[in-house]
């Protein structure tokens, strides 16, 4: 058993099991949040949004069920490092192909157990989050400093989108999904409903999109800061004018800053399957997967383009936008679940049903 | 949405006696809906016939009725209160069956009481099984291949169609009553025809069998408005084919990926949608472990046992949201207890592992079949929260108060590898004890797994709890091993059995190391959000949430696991000795481990600690908690045993001292305090061989009474009539030895009184005495108790009275004793005291409206009893009479001797109260479920010794309209008398014996009699073994009998041709 440390920004440290990537001699960085989801970690830590974080899972025991074929969000993991209070040699599930530390080892991803994950979750939410570093044992203390005053780099998303489009053929309509870091079951959940779907890369231009004589456009999720990409802006403001655009997460961000809203960054955000929101035309509520660190900020929804449709039952922040006059609409949440309830796959039946043939 | 403002006054079911299969739990979710429901403004009245519960207190509710639960009843009620609606959904199986029972004769309708909570098509379409099964095919949901059968012969021809394995169950029964797996066709042709019998309708469903299969189950809340929440999921360690109520659960599950958790939950919301529930709603399902294929196998439209268990081990109270549900509010518009801040529509994050095991009756019921199945057999359970599974499941082991402070049974150490493999084969009680044995000895999780189909991530969590065995032995005493140890909750126990030292030097070991535990919070969210819960568990992490408060506090132990001899009325006491701590200023901190209870809802005390009640574990709360002092004698025997060992860790206890506690407890001791006091005690003696008890019993005379020394509810008891019985007694019983020596007292027949009283020290206060209707043999736990005297003069009274105040003045007594006495020959004689709350206390506070349990709690803390109103003497008897009468669980336990004895057998009480005495018998017989039959056959057969005594009752039985079928003796001595009598044959001395006329159904109710002596006769056994499973009335005291033929006589007629 090896030892690490994980060393916060404020200078706390906490000692565990190293359980993934070996860093003898390296180190890595991220921003420490949690999730409180009890199942999924495989979706977790395969989500593109992750980018540059480390993840601290509240459930205690993570690895319970291996690793499958099935359930990636992504072909390759984005995060920083997996944080854990205990995560087993061996998975136990009919579907499982290998272990989740044998993940983490293949996927270079470093991790570690054992330390009160209950603690530092705590101290995320009582003091906003924080930055961290996973090192190993004795790293030397000056050169964790050094690396976390480091800035953090805001290039998030290039990294994760797609260079290239990919076009996924389907009998239906034609949806482009702009990538700003995408869960592959946004694309299932098109494709199901016989989509022909084209990934583009998240600085795709309006000319190379229409191009591909789409009927619909999907906003992606995706990691990091919204206004670290303004240059979409434009090409969002021209797309929903053109197509029906439904927006997810990073998506809706963006959707809600191109209409002349503003988001701002949450204390230590939402993430984790239980967040209940409310559908203020339905009166109901949905409970929803969620996975960000920004929002939009309530009173800059009244100067802009949008209304807001669904808010957050406990916090009231906004989850849901519709813009006044044109068929664009988005959620700050994942209909696409995985991992999480399915409770709003209906949004994208919504989403294709305003599209005419 | 918001309240319905038709509704006012509501009236509110409870769920009756415990009994296997419906118990405290009840209790809790309809003591939370009640103030739930007050809450919001409502007028409550409640009816429940059981007086050991808090939800029957005056105080809970605007009314309560203690009033048996049938419609008769109920309706009387209803006319007299005129509710607006009416909520049954919080009192079980029994308050559902009631509802249905009410609207579909159109009372409810014509009376003008709303149904809450769920609609009579509701509770049919999950209860029916073919109205179920077709729901499910309309709705997409996948059920086993099944068939609805009325007889054997549907039964068998389906089987031919399907082929085995098949499981039978009987429609609307409790816990699966009468049902089961067949594996074969005899098999299924028994089961069947039980099934049938069991069934009140007659219907059983023959499903495929997916045993084998993960159970699963699911607890959602849905509102008015179609929203709904998944409260939590919960995993059976032990796979489909053992009762979800016998199975080890635990909860969140562990071994589903998020497709399948998605999968079901996805299932479990469309049903209750489909079923229109407004509250909460249990879906249980199985899941093939190898495919996403899953079936549907049961749905409850209520709270239940399970809801109880999800609400402790989330925090999220279903029962009280449900209530609230059900008035009209939504989950959006409720408030989350526990935050405060965030609403009650959230699925809760738990970041610690549950787990839950059942505590079964085996320890009494020597002879019950132990196999686990579709029958539930335990009477409670116990559940532990840790942050590793293992953690979880070892404190659970030991919060079972078996014994047991790890995951090994001694009486499996050392036995072969086929052994171990046939125990585990037998899925018995000690399935778990048995796989960890077995692994012991080399037998892998893989071959363990292929054996039981117990998922590969508990084996090989059980396996890791070896291995650490094994670590300990060769890292001899390292920190670092301990502590890791530790974190898989290991005892302090286990390790001084290792280290051959005493538990309090690993304690002083540990302190040294610094292996302490740390307190986290239960806050329904994983920390997401900031709480101020006080409900905490011990774990050995971090970081300790324990909030600091500058106020005194005192600890209430709780009485743990709910068992025979040790019920719901010692959580009474609890809750009533909490509120008098809060009333007196200080926080009460309560110690507890079981989840069915009020105790340990966390809204009824400061702090909650769900713990096991061992010396470990509760000095750890105190240490951390440093409390003025602990309260021992409010938990039943549980806390009582923790008395001294507390106290020798420098631990003070409240209330009658340590050595007092003692000199009540050991018997030497006590016989001096009585000597003293010149007051007469049976004749008895202690010994500690075979030949002295042989010699000191002849001296005494037999028949004696037998039993190892520090018993709980009479075990291992025993009368005995000769030498040879006394030998065979020793032999199969007790191993007698100068440590475990063994008393025998001279048996004494005669009318047996309790009485319990209040002493601050000085003042001694007696609020009530009590008669037991069955003579000293039968435990007083067993008996009927009659309140106030029926048949014992003033003198005797007065007698008891000042014999009690010497007593209790002589012990010293802070708080609460409980003495039971014998009258014989115009004497008094004492048989036992309890230096604790004892069953009768929940009893007596209700019918004397002195709350003994609070009043003794603040007498404790320093307020005397002038002080708080009382007097040193017995308070004057009441103007009315009430009736408290045992409820037993016999249907549930096959191979269980049903004759009453010095062993405890019953699993709860009913009360019944009325003006005059026959009335309030007559109620608690009705309210105990027993059908009184006004006329018809009496089927009978009596012991020699009780000849006499019987054929005065049959003389009566006659004139009031009764006839007899008598075995040979019995039927002699009835026609001697001029009654005709039919003879009837001897279990198989022919075609038409005695079982078959019981079939027959010709019977009306049994009276049998058994030779005294232990040698019971295997073919009474059988007899009343066949009456039970029939649900026939089979008494086999005829004191009860006298009792039962006073209230049929009072509401009869006598039959007289002129003369």
Known sequence: ?357 | MSLNPNLKKILVIGSGPIVIGQAAEFDYSGTQAVKSLIEEGMEVVLVNSNPATIMTDKETAHKVYIEPLTKEFLLKIIHKEKPDGLLPTLGGQTALNLAVKLEEEGHLKRLGVQLLGCRVDTIQKAEDRKLFKDLMIEIGEPVPQSCIVTTVEEALSFADKIGFPLIVRPAFTLGGTGGGIALKRDELITTTTSGISASPIGQCLIERSIAGFKEIEYEVIRDSNDNCIIVCNMENIDPVGVHTGDSIVVAPSQTLSDKEYQILRSSALKIIRSLKIEGGCNVQYAMDPHSFQYYVIEVNPRVSRSSALASKATGYPIAKIAAKIALGLTLDEILNPITKKTYACFEPALDYVVSKIPRWPFDKFVTANRRLGTQMKATGEVMALGRTMEESLLKAIRSLEVGLYHIELPSLVGKSREEMIDKILKQDDERLFAIAEAMRIGVSAQEINQLTKIDMFFLSKIDRIIAMEKRLVTLEKNPEVVRDAKRMGFSDHYLARLWKVKEAEVYDWRKKHGITPVYKMVDSCAGEFESSTPYYYSTYEREDEVLESSKKKVVVLGSGPIRIGQGIEFDYATVHAIDAIRSMGYEAIVINNNPETVSTDFNISDRLYFEPLTVEDVFNVIEREKPVGVIVQFGGQTAINLAEPLALRGVKILGTSVDDIDRSENRKRFEEVLRGLDIAQPLGCTVTSMNEAVEKSAHLGFPVIVRPSYVLGGRAMEIVYNELELLDYMKRNVQVNPEHPVLIDRYMIGREMEVDAICDGETVFIPGIMEHIEKAGVHSGDSIAVYPPQTVGQDILDKLSATTLSITSALNIKGLLNLQFVISGGQVFVIEVNPRSSRTVPFLSKVTGVQMAKIATRAILGESLIQQGFFHGTLPPKDFVAVKAPVFSFAKLSDVEIALGPEMKSTGEVMGKDKVFEKALHKAFVAAGVIIPDSGTILATISDQDKDEALSLFKRFHQIGFDFIATEGTAKLIREAGISVRTIARIGQSENDIIKEIKSGRVAMIINTISKGKNVESDGFKMRRIAVERGLLCLTSLDTTEALLKTIERNTYTMEPLS
Request: charged share 20%; glycine share 8%; with cysteine.
């Open chain 1, 1 to 357: 058993m090896k030892k690490i440390k994980l060393v916060l920004e404020t200078g706390e440290e906490f000692l565990g099991e190293s359980i993934g990537y070996d860093i003898d001699n390296i180190y890595s960085l991220g921003e420490l949040v949690f999730n409180t989801s009890m199942t999924g970690y495989q979706e977790i830590l395969s989500d593109p949004s992750y980018c540059d974080q480390m993840v601290v899972m509240t459930y205690p025991l993570i690895g319970n069920y291996g690793v499958n074929k099935d359930d990636f969000e992504s072909l390759t993991p984005a995060l920083k490092g997996l944080i854990v209070r205990e995560c087993p040699e061996e998975g136990s599930n009919w579907r499982n192909e290998y272990s989740l530390r044998e993940l983490l080892k293949r996927f270079k991803i470093p991790g570690i157990a054992g330390l009160d994950t209950r603690e530092l979750t705590k101290k995320i939410r009582n003091n906003g989050v924080v930055r961290a570093v996973l090192v190993p044992e004795n790293y030397p203390l000056h050169n964790i400093q050094l690396v976390l005053s480091r800035p953090m780099g805001t290039d998030q998303i290039a990294r994760v989108s797609t260079k290239n489009p990919i076009h996924f053929p389907g009998s239906g309509k034609r949806i482009i999904l702009m990538d700003f870091g995408y869960k592959k079951n946004i694309l299932r959940s098109l494709m199901v409903r016989d989509c022909d779907v084209v990934v583009v890369p998240w600085n795709a231009s309006l000319e190379a999109i229409q191009s591909y004589r789409p009927q619909g456009v999907l906003l992606s999720n995706g990691p990091g800061n919204p206004k670290d990409i303004p240059e979409v802006l434009p090409v969002i403001r021209e797309l929903q004018k053109l197509y029906p655009m439904f927006s997810i997460c990073m998506g809706h961000q963006l959707f809600a800053l191109a209409n002349g809203a503003d988001t701002e960054k949450l204390k230590f955000g939402h993430r984790g399957a239980n967040h209940p929101v409310k559908d203020l035309r339905l009166g109901k509520v949905f409970m929803s997967s969620q996975n960000h660190g920004y929002s939009v900020t309530n009173q800059s929804v009244a100067n802009s383009e949008l209304e807001i449709t669904q808010i957050n039952i406990n916090d009231k922040t906004v989850e849901g936008l519709s813009h006044k006059t044109l068929p664009a609409f988005s959620v700050q949440y994942h209909p696409e679940a995985c991992p999480g309830p399915e409770d709003t796959g209906w949004l994208f039946d919504e989403f294709l049903s305003g599209i005419r043939n």
